[in-house]
């Protein structure tokens, strides 16, 4: 079976013609999506952080850091940058907590309040 003309074989050959670099693939299907470059994923692993934190540590800076995850998860496709800066006070303040907590620990356990 030749290629030769439109009249011997009517469906296009495959490939590209001889000399030419053929297409680039991507395996089968569409090539994968872009990925998201918003602050989601880091804003629902603050928010569930700061809550377990919250009802765990009855840790205080816990609230104000998960109310500002969860604005900063609604903000997150339409103000990247200010969800941005959101995220990194809502982490600050699970820090801080966290930090005090400790804190509070060592100072009762060395005072010896926690001996009972």
């Known amino acids: 079976m030749s290629q030769e003309g439109p009249s011997d074989y009517p469906y296009q050959p495959y490939g590209a013609p001889y000399g030419q670099q053929p ?3 991507y ?3 569409y090539p994968p999506p872009p990925r998201d470059e918003g602050p989601t994923a880091n804003a629902i692993v603050a928010l569930v952080l700061n809550l377990f934190a919250l009802v765990s540590c009855c840790n205080i800076l816990g609230l104000p850091g998960a109310i500002l995850a969860g604005l900063a998860l609604g903000r997150a496709k339409t103000e990247p940058q200010t ?3 959101m ?4 982490w600050v303040l699970f820090g801080l907590g966290f930090a005090l907590a400790i804190g509070l620990f060592l100072f009762l356990g060395l005072t010896g309040r926690l001996d009972d």
């Open 27 to 29: 395996g089968y299907g």
């Open 83 to 85: 969800a941005r800066r």
């Open 87 to 90: 995220l990194v006070w809502s």
């Open 23 to 25: 297409p680039p693939q």
